[in-house]
């Protein structure tokens, strides 16, 4: 009913840039705070900005001052604008929503995720 589609990955050079998009569509009430993770290769997943519904939003250390979160409630769609990548930064992205469904309104959210999106940063 509810899903969460990525786009806007792949293959970048060291210093380059990526915007990551992120769609939720489905029997949607209303939707909470969103974000991104990502999970590199070998590596256990981190939590990379989150935001709030009303625009507060928090970065990993690692992305401060690189990385922008941004969101448009009227679209149910969140962003991940991603400058002056590192080949540290390569990893799988994905985006999460935590979502109040029409037959719940407001008494239940769940946590939904994107199928992920690939970020390559290499020469």
């Known amino acids: 009913q509810v899903q969460l589609v990525e786009s806007g990955g792949g293959l970048v050079q060291p210093g380059g840039s990526l915007r990551l998009s992120c769609a939720a569509s489905?029997?949607?009430?209303?939707?909470?705070?969103m974000g991104w993770y990502r999970q590199a290769l070998g590596k256990q997943r981190e939590l990379v900005a989150t935001?709030?519904?009303?625009?507060?939003?928090n970065y990993v250390d690692a992305a401060k001052g690189r990385f922008t979160i941004s969101r448009d409630n009227a679209k149910n769609t969140v962003a991940l604008q991603m400058n002056t990548l590192k080949s540290e930064d390569t990893a799988v992205y994905y985006c999460?929503?935590?979502?109040?469904?029409?037959?719940?309104?407001?008494?239940?959210?769940?946590?939904?995720w994107g199928q992920g999106t690939q970020v390559t940063v290499s020469s």
């Open positions: 935001i709030s519904r009303g625009g507060t939003s």
């Open positions: 489905g029997s949607i009430f209303r939707i909470y705070g």
């Open positions: 999460y929503a935590n979502i109040t469904s029409i037959e719940h309104r407001g008494f239940r959210a769940d946590a939904y």
